[in-house]
């Protein structure tokens, strides 16, 4: 029988997929389930069946129970409401916290085992923190409906989802979503920056768009200026984090000599690292020209040239026969891909850092370089985003 949208499935749910969601069978056919565990079984409604290779559904009710399961950190998207009225934004909230980190450890697996090569072994994913993964986010999208409904998409849709919570978010940026009523239709982004103080962006769907504020973030000792809707870590501890991180592994590595690379380097944060190790000669690359702006004034402490181009077509430009010392890589989620990987590896650098927030474009990257010789000398993980299937990973890689 060949099913449809609407269809209604009892499943085993067998495993995770990157993305949030969930992997069954149903006559030969691939299932991916949302708001499941592996190990349950679940009644659940079919989303997408048009495709004949696997199906996409929605859970709606739990016939057999995880010992994994807990109730969800975010009422409003809990399983016990309509799919269609839950809020998206915590696909992992149902979820015992360790066992979400052991689930990300499973899908780094997978994927490093599938486009990585042979012999690399998942790092266990850190907590950085010892909360109960909630009260991280200083940064929250909102949307703002044609009649004026405040909140959330929810989830794998454009439906506003009035809520009365926002467990995720930093209180004070909370607090503020929480206040907001009869925006005109568009989105809202609230961001706190360093001192605390709430920043509330309106973007509305005709109008003119408000300038962007520049905010202040903290880093160690380290002030970085960034617009307030530029691009930011956004957990609260996210950025001290990963720069301990890259510190930790290039320690000793920095030849003063060389000169060494950020590319994608945003407003400057591992540019600093870098300079902070003893790189004298050092370039940060990013296509925003913003973002260039504020890592030259960032950066103005260092001798550090911040270039404001794409990283493929800055590489490409590069002379034939440079030779680099250290290359810090921290690409959007789509990651660097086979061009950017070629062109690090035409400049024979002594080390590569990687910083991923996307565990298939990694492995995908990480193939690559392996295929070109490089060895993945270790691998970190991070949990910067609980109650969602996103991670951090920081790769090392030598020859």
């Excluded at 060949?2 to 067998?14: H, R, V």
Aim: hydrophobic residues 40%.
């Amino acid at each position: 029988m060949t099913s449809s949208a609407g269809q209604t499935l009892d499943l085993d749910i067998t495993g995770i997929a990157h993305g949030g969601t969930f992997i069954a069978r149903h006559e030969g056919r691939v299932v991916f389930v949302s708001d499941a565990i592996p190990g349950e079984r679940v009644r659940a409604r079919v989303t997408d069946g048009a495709k004949s290779s696997f199906w996409r559904a929605e859970a709606l009710e739990v016939l057999e129970e995880s010992p994994q399961r807990r109730p969800h950190v975010w009422k409003e998207a809990d399983i016990s409401r309509d799919p269609v009225d839950r809020a998206g934004g915590a696909d992992l909230g149902h979820i015992d916290l360790a066992h979400q980190r052991t689930l990300k450890r499973q899908v780094l697996t997978e994927a490093l085992d599938k486009f990585a090569g042979s012999g690399l072994e998942a790092p266990e994913i850190a907590a950085i923190d010892d909360g109960d993964g909630t009260g991280w986010r200083t940064r929250v999208s909102l949307h703002v409906d044609a009649d004026g409904v405040v909140g959330p998409f929810a989830a794998r849709s454009h439906r506003v989802i009035p809520v009365q919570s926002h467990p995720l978010a930093r209180r004070r940026v909370a607090a503020e979503a929480l206040s907001l009523k009869n925006a005109k239709p568009g989105r809202i982004d609230l961001v706190q920056d360093a001192d605390g103080k709430v920043h509330v962006i309106r973007r509305p769907e005709r109008g003119k768009r408000q300038p962007s504020e520049v905010i202040k973030e903290q880093v160690g000792e380290r002030t970085f200026r960034v617009d307030a809707d530029g691009f930011w870590q956004v957990h609260a501890r996210a950025a001290d984090t990963l720069d301990t991180a890259v510190r930790s592994v290039l320690e000793g590595r920095i030849d003063p000599a060389k000169t060494h690379l950020d590319l994608y380097g945003g407003v400057g944060l591992f540019a600093a690292s870098l300079a902070e190790l003893g790189a004298t000669d050092l370039v940060t690359v990013e296509s925003s020209r913003r973002a260039t702006e504020h890592a030259k004034h960032n950066l103005d402490p260092f001798d550090v040239a911040a270039v404001t181009d794409r990283v493929d077509r800055y590489l490409s430009g590069l002379p034939s026969g440079m030779q680099a010392g250290t290359v810090v890589l921290d690409p959007p989620r789509a990651g660097a891909g086979r061009a950017v990987v070629e062109g690090v590896h035409a400049l024979s650098p002594d080390a590569i850092v990687y910083v991923a927030c996307d565990p298939v474009a990694l492995a995908r990257d990480l193939g690559t370089f392996r295929d070109l010789g490089w060895n993945v000398e270790s691998l970190q993980g991070f949990d910067l985003f609980p109650h969602s299937h996103h991670f951090e990973v920081i790769a090392l890689l030598s020859r």
